[in-house]
């Protein structure tokens, strides 16, 4: 996919960094013992929809022909990239549908609400869910917005990585969770930009290896996904990201859900960092790596815990 560039990554920032600010990276002495590296952390959690993913829906709103901000979007996600459209639609004054399926927890239907969108739910799982979103962008004009092939999106999702590997050339591996792989496709697009040695490892939950497999075989797999990790549970490879990850991506790790709890706990303890699951997968990954080495880099994706992640941090937080 030519769209998919170091320059555009470069244009994509500067576009990003004109509405969020860089966001914060630091490490923690009790987070390096822990994983037995120097470890940097950098806070996406601290963006105002508390995940990196609002920075993809920034730019994507930002490249918008007028006659595509004058029709609305309309998108398909429960998660991050809903409150990431709904949040950048909002201040760009353009009108943005969310679907997402019927049983989606009524927080999440409030947050996008709350942020001004739409929410139309719709269709049992997400497959459905999206159908229903091609249907309500035919009937009624509307731009739709792909969440895992679109270049705006991908494009602003890597602008952590331009930050963060700006920042700290050193870092020697670079722990990246992966649901579509935009995260992912991003860091590699930045390590081979700015020429570093960086090895950029991704991160999927075994339970949900979609991802994993496509990059294994070289074909788009789909598989059911079954993890509480919400931002990790895609069940398709998608062509976009597999397309950078083929030539680009070092390894390729899965993680149990218990070891992306654990994680959790860690970031709660050792970094005073709340993390959702797929927030906390960065660190899931370096924890299991054996071939890890020297200095290590992940960003904490995301800080949207769901009340039985919180649960779940306290338990494993009092059993330590
Ligand atoms: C917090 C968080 N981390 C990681 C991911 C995975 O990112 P990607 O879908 O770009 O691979 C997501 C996806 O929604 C997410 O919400």
């Not at 390590?191 to 490892?201: A, E, I, W």
């Not at 990790?229 to 859900?257: E, K, M, W």
Request: charged share 15%.
């Amino acid at each position: 996919m030519t769209d998919l560039t170091f320059d555009a990554v470069l244009e994509a920032h500067s576009r990003v960094s004109e509405v969020l600010p860089e966001t914060p990276t630091w490490t923690y002495p009790v987070l390096d013992a822990a994983v037995g590296s120097r470890v940097v952390v950098k806070h996406e959690n601290v963006q105002p929809t508390g995940a990196f993913k609002v920075r993809g829906g920034v730019n994507l709103l930002a490249s918008l022909a007028a006659d595509e901000r004058a029709a609305g979007l309309v998108t398909v996600s429960t998660g991050n990239h809903a409150q990431s459209i709904a949040w950048a639609s909002a201040r760009a004054g353009v009108a943005a549908t969310i679907v997402m399926p019927v049983g989606t927890c009524t927080n999440k239907v409030r947050a996008v609400e709350a942020l001004g969108a739409r929410a139309v739910l719709s269709g049992a799982d997400m497959t459905e869910a999206a159908a229903v979103a091609v249907s309500l962008a035919e009937a009624e004009g509307l731009r739709m917005v792909d969440p895992g092939n679109e270049p705006a999106i991908i494009l602003g999702h890597a602008t952590v990585y331009l930050e963060l590997l700006r920042s700290h050339p050193e870092i020697e591996t670079l722990y990246v969770p992966v649901g579509s792989g935009s995260g992912a496709a991003g860091a590699v697009l930045v390590r081979d930009g700015l020429g570093l040695p960086t090895r950029v490892v991704a991160v999927q939950a075994a339970g949900a290896p979609a991802g994993y497999r496509s990059w294994k075989s070289g074909t788009l797999e789909a598989v059911a996904p079954s993890t509480f990790a919400a931002g990790l549970a895609t069940g398709v490879g998608f062509a976009a990201t597999q397309a950078v990850l083929a030539d680009g991506l070092d390894d390729f790790l899965l993680v149990s859900d218990d070891e992306l709890r654990a994680a959790m706990a860690v970031m709660a303890t050792s970094a005073h960092t709340l993390c959702e699951g797929a927030g906390a997968a960065g660190l899931a990954g370096a924890l299991a790596d054996a071939a890890r080495p020297g200095v290590v880099g992940f960003a904490c994706t995301g800080g949207n815990a769901s009340r039985e992640e919180v649960a779940e941090i306290a338990r494993l937080g009092l059993a330590a």
